[in-house]
C-alpha cells in the first residue's frame, strides 16, 4: 500500500507556543488531503480537507484560525496549532487520498500517516 | 440514527478463530467501502478496499459488501494475537460530501493465545 509519513512523532510544547506538524504522501500525489484528530478510545474526528493549491475546508465547530493548514505541495500538507492550550492536547492523524481510474477499476480511499501526540503543558 | 453504525465491541477469541466484524449503513450512495486496522497510538492501516459489492480475498482476509443489505462484513481467518487491535469500517463516494471517509465507531478485537 501507499505510505504516508507524518512528523512530529510526538511533541511537546509550552502553553501559548505553535506547533507545526508535516504529512507527506511519499509515493504517490495527493491533491487531497485530510486532517484528523482522535482523542483515547474514540474514532477519528474530521477536523479538516486540505486541497493542493487552495483553502482548505473545516469541518463545523473547527477553528480556522487556530488550525491553520497548508497544503502547498502534491505531497505535502501542513498543520499549525497556533497559541496551543493544554485542550489542544490530542492525537492527529493526517490522510492522503489516492484516487485513480483506469479502465474498469476505480480506485477511491485514504492512506494514513503514523499520528502526532501533542501534550501541550 | 448513525450513517454507519459498527459495534463497538471488545469482541475477545482464542488465537486460530475465525473473526467476523460487520458494519451497517444508511445511504445507498456510498460506492467505496475500507477497512482499516488500527493499533494503539498508531494511525490506522489500510487492510482491504473494495469498490461496489462483491467478495475480495487478501490473505487470512475477506472483505464482502452488500449493498442490498447495506451491509459490509471482514472475516479474519486462524486469527493471531497480532491481530488484536480496533478495526475501523469506512465508506465513502457521496460526491458531494468532497469524498470524505465516513468511519464506524471501531469494533476492538482481542485474541487470546
Known amino acids: 500500500g501507499a505510505v504516508v509519513s507524518q512528523h512530529p512523532s510526538w511533541v511537546i510544547c509550552k502553553s501559548g507556543t505553535s506547533v507545526k506538524i508535516e504529512c507527506r504522501s511519499l509515493?504517490?500525489?495527493?491533491?487531497?488531503m485530510f486532517w484528523y484528530r482522535q482523542f483515547p478510545k474514540q474514532s477519528l474526528m474530521l477536523m479538516a480537507t486540505s486541497n493542493e493549491g487552495s483553502k482548505a475546508t473545516y469541518e463545523q465547530g473547527v477553528e480556522k484560525d487556530k488550525f491553520l493548514i497548508n497544503h502547498a505541495s502534491l505531497t505535502l500538507s501542513t498543520l499549525t496549532v497556533t497559541s496551543a492550550h493544554p485542550e489542544d492536547s490530542s492525537f492527529y492523524i493526517c490522510?492522503?487520498?489516492?484516487?485513480?481510474?483506469?479502465?474498469?477499476?476505480?480506485?477511491?480511499?485514504?492512506?494514513f500517516g503514523p499520528g502526532t501526540r501533542l501534550t501541550v503543558l | 440514527q448513525k450513517e454507519v453504525e459498527q459495534d463497538p465491541g471488545p469482541l475477545s477469541v482464542p488465537e486460530g478463530a475465525i473473526v467476523s466484524l460487520n458494519c451497517t449503513y444508511s445511504n445507498s450512495a456510498f460506492q467505496y467501502f475500507m477497512w482499516y486496522r488500527q493499533y494503539s497510538r498508531k494511525g490506522p492501516e489500510l487492510l482491504m478496499y473494495t469498490y461496489s459489492s462483491g467478495n475480495k480475498e487478501d490473505g487470512r482476509f475477506t472483505a464482502q459488501v452488500d449493498k442490498s443489505s447495506k451491509y459490509i462484513s471482514l472475516f479474519i481467518r486462524d486469527s493471531q494475537p497480532s491481530d488484536s487491535a480496533t478495526y475501523l469500517c469506512?465508506?465513502?463516494?457521496?460526491?458531494?460530501?468532497?469524498?470524505?471517509?465516513?468511519f464506524g465507531s471501531g469494533t476492538r478485537l482481542l485474541v487470546r493465545p
Open positions: 509515493d504517490f500525489q495527493a491533491t487531497t
Open positions: 490522510s492522503a487520498r489516492d484516487h485513480q481510474a483506469s479502465g474498469g477499476a476505480r480506485t477511491d480511499t485514504q492512506y
Open positions: 469506512a465508506m465513502s463516494g457521496l460526491e458531494d460530501s468532497s469524498y470524505k471517509l465516513i
